[in-house]
């Protein structure tokens, strides 16, 4: 084969895998930086680790030798009322499980932001300002960083939904600052579960037709004409020409009852005008 032929087929070759290589940049930062982020990403556990810590290096002895000169069956108690302690719904266990989720919250969605690429040409993710608990989840704050804005989630609310173990995601902006984007998190419905209202008591004994009925349009459309006042249908005798004294009949009907169950407004011109009233 000639050495330009070769030459040629070999370009094509490194176009084409150029071209299916996805090159992402990565931000140069230094280790100071770096390591503050990390702290700031990973503070929760820090926290915890370092209270695990005191309190094993600060009073486990003490610990200890309280369990060892208790009996077994007191030190059996304590635990079982320490359990059942963490269990049930108290202040305590509620601040813990809202921030083990927004920990869990803020990594799965920093992870699912690396997964879908939400990056600028530098390589930098949005920056999680915070994942506060709310009544239906968790809502974060993100700040994007410059080359960044909120289209970069357009139809991306279901993903975020899916790598949270949400049932639900929405995206908004802030109306002042288009930096900062809101995502809330729902994870559980508070409207899910039957409402007992006390109004519905009122009306339990109520037959079904009776409530079905329109106390309103029944008011101003009754079902019978004996009730409507006479000045509302005839006006004052006239006289003819003949000297004879005739009853001139209003052209306005006020209501025509049909098959003794529907009411029917009728117009001057004895046009049906029930829909519109």
């Known amino acids: 084969m000639p050495k330009s032929t070769r030459k040629r087929s070999s370009g094509r070759a490194r176009s084409t895998a150029r071209g299916a290589i996805e090159t992402i940049t990565r931000p140069n930062q230094s280790w100071p930086v770096k390591l503050l982020l990390t702290v700031w990403r990973w503070r929760w556990e820090l926290y915890v680790l370092a209270a695990i810590a005191y309190i094993v290096i600060a009073h ?47 990594h799965r969605l920093r992870a699912c932001l690396i997964e879908m690429r939400v990056l600028n040409y530098s390589g930098n993710l949005p920056f999680i300002l915070g994942c506060f608990a709310t009544k239906t989840g968790q809502v974060v704050w993100l700040w994007m960083r410059p080359g960044q804005s909120v289209e ?95 009853t001139r009949t209003s052209k306005t009907k006020t209501t025509a009852a049909v098959n003794d169950s529907q009411t029917v407004i009728l117009g001057a011109n004895g046009e049906d005008v029930s829909d519109y009233v």
């Open 60 to 106: 486990g002895s003490a610990i200890t030798g309280y369990f060892q000169s208790n009996p077994l069956w007191l030190n059996a108690l304590l635990i079982v009322v320490l359990c059942g302690w963490i269990v049930t719904d108290n202040p305590a266990r509620r601040f813990a499980m809202n921030r083990i989720w927004c920990v869990t919250t803020r």
């Open 152 to 246: 970069d989630l357009d139809n991306k609310a279901e993903s975020l939904a899916s790598a949270c173990w949400a049932s639900k995601a929405t995206i908004a902006r802030s109306k002042r600052n288009a930096a900062i984007v809101r995502i809330d998190i729902d994870r559980r419905d508070p409207l899910a579960k039957t409402i007992d209202s006390p109004l519905l008591e009122d009306t339990s004994g109520v037959p079904e037709a009776a409530v079905a009925d329109d106390a309103v349009m029944a008011f101003l459309t009754p079902d019978n004409t004996d009730s409507v006042p006479d000045e509302f249908t005839t006006e004052r005798p006239a006289k003819t020409g003949t000297g004879e004294t005739r």
